[in-house]
C-alpha cells in the first residue's frame, strides 16, 4: 500500500468537511472497524458512541464495552494539502470495534482467529491457491469459494453443500497488482445462534480498505449469512 508521505501534524481543531464513511458504499451499514492505526478521514466515527470490542486471548474471545476516543488531527496529502484526520485511541487491542451495535456483551464462541499476519494463514493460502475454504463448525458448516468471471472478477460464495450464496465479488488484483484474496479474520458466533459469523478484510494496495462483518442472524430464508456491518474507503493523506 502506498502510505502517506508526511507523518501526522498533530491535533488539530475539527473542521466541517464531508465525512468519509458518508461517500462509501458501506455508509448504509453500521460501521466496524478491524484496523485501528490507519489515517480515517474526519468523520468517519461517531464522536459518542457504545462500543463494544471482540477480545481475544487464544481461542477464548469477550465481546465488552471498549473505550474509545476519536479525537482531530491534520497530515500533508501529495499536493502538500492538510486532511482532517479521525484519530482512535483505544487504551488495548481488540480484534475488532463495533460502535453503536445491537450485539450482547458476553462469551463467543470461537472456532478460527487468523495470526498476527494473516495472509501467512493457511485460510489465506488455500482460498488463494485452491478457490475454496471449509469452515467446519458449528450448527451449519460453510465452504467459502470463489469462481473467476469471463469479465476477469472473482465471486465469491458460501455453501453447506447443496445450496449456494453469492457474497460479494473483487477485482482479480488491487492497482498495483496487490493480491485481493479475503482475509478472514475471525470465525466465531457473535450472535448466539450456533452457526458461523465471519469478520473480513478485502486488501488494497491503493490506499482503500474494506472490513465487513457477516453475521448469520441476519441472513433471509435460504440465506447463510447477511453483511451487517462494514467500512470501506481510501485512506486520508495517503498516496504515492
Same mark, same amino acid.
Given at each position: 500500500?502506498?502510505?502517506?508521505? /508526511? ?7 475539527? =473542521?466541517?468537511?464531508? !465525512? ?8 448504509? %451499514? ?37 473505550? =474509545?476516543? *476519536?479525537?482531530?488531527?491534520? &497530515? ?10 479521525? =484519530? ?5 487491542? !481488540? ?22 499476519? !494473516? ?27 470463489? =469462481? ?18 453469492? %457474497? ?15 482475509? *478472514? ?42 453483511? &451487517?456491518?462494514? /467500512? ?9
Amino acid at each position: 500500500m502506498c502510505r502517506p508521505l /508526511l507523518p501526522l501534524l498533530g491535533l488539530a481543531l475539527t =473542521v466541517l468537511s464531508t !465525512p468519509l464513511w458518508a461517500q462509501t458504499a458501506g455508509s448504509a %451499514l453500521p460501521r466496524m472497524v478491524i484496523e485501528q492505526s490507519r489515517q480515517y478521514g474526519q468523520g468517519t466515527f461517531p464522536r459518542h458512541a457504545n462500543w463494544l470490542g471482540l477480545y481475544c486471548d487464544d481461542q477464548a474471545c469477550e465481546l465488552k464495552p471498549a473505550l =474509545v476516543h *476519536i479525537t482531530s488531527s491534520s &497530515a500533508k496529502n501529495v499536493l502538500d494539502e492538510d486532511e482532517e484526520l479521525d =484519530v482512535l485511541t483505544i487504551n488495548d487491542a !481488540p480484534l475488532a470495534l463495533l460502535p453503536n451495535t445491537s450485539l450482547k456483551a458476553g462469551k463467543v464462541l470461537t472456532w478460527y482467529q487468523a495470526k498476527a499476519n !494473516p495472509s501467512e494463514a493457511l485460510q489465506w493460502q488455500k482460498l488463494k491457491k485452491l478457490g475454496k475454504w471449509a469452515m467446519p463448525w458449528g450448527a451449519q458448516p460453510l465452504t467459502l469459494s470463489w =469462481v473467476q468471471t469471463p469479465d476477469g472478477w472473482k465471486r465469491y460464495h458460501v455453501s453447506d453443500g447443496q445450496t449456494k450464496q453469492f %457474497l460479494f465479488s473483487t477485482e482479480l488484483e488491487s492497482h498495483y497488482g496487490g493480491d485481493t484474496t479475503p482475509i *478472514i479474520h475471525w470465525v466465531g458466533d457473535l450472535d448466539g445462534d450456533g452457526k458461523a459469523d465471519l469478520l473480513l478484510s478485502i486488501p488494497d494496495d491503493n490506499c482503500g480498505f474494506d472490513e465487513r462483518l457477516y453475521l448469520s442472524s441476519q441472513a433471509g430464508e435460504g440465506k447463510f449469512l447477511r453483511k &451487517a456491518a462494514q /467500512l470501506t474507503g481510501r485512506e486520508a493523506a495517503c498516496g504515492c
